[in-house]
């Protein structure tokens, strides 16, 4: 347990969210020019959106990762696998079943490979 960090497990988890919701905002504001309801609900039946919303959920948990591997200095794969699964845990709780098949699975596939994903390249970085 004392490799456990919590305050980097919080500060990736938070940055992942931030990152995520601001993408999102960002995204829905360029498919739909605002963010009104029934533009909103529309957009999530275009393809594009879902493509450049799911590139947008990768990066953010990658960027996720990668911080919280600065900050925690030690156990990085075991902090970084944590978020992974506080990532899937709130993948899974704001499932919609509206979604393309596809959509869902690839949010279910992605957000641990992405954390360590992350925890690497900040441990590469370290190296080189």
Request: aromatic letters at 10%.
């Amino acid at each position: 347990m004392k490799k456990i960090r919590i305050k980097a497990i919080l500060i990736g988890l938070i940055t992942l969210i931030v990152l995520d919701s601001l993408g999102e905002a960002l995204l829905t504001v360029a498919f739909t020019g605002g963010l009104r309801g029934d533009a909103v609900r529309a957009v999530y039946g275009e393809p594009m959106f879902l493509m450049l919303r799911t590139l947008v959920g990768v990066l953010s948990i990658i960027v996720g990762g990668y911080i919280l591997a600065k900050i925690a200095k030690v156990a990085i794969y075991l902090n970084a696998a944590i978020v992974g699964v506080l990532s899937l845990a709130l993948t899974v709780l704001s499932y919609d079943g509206n979604l393309p098949a596809w959509f869902s699975i690839v949010g279910l596939v992605f957000p641990f490979p992405a954390t360590l994903l992350g925890a690497y390249f900040a441990k590469r970085k370290n190296i080189g």
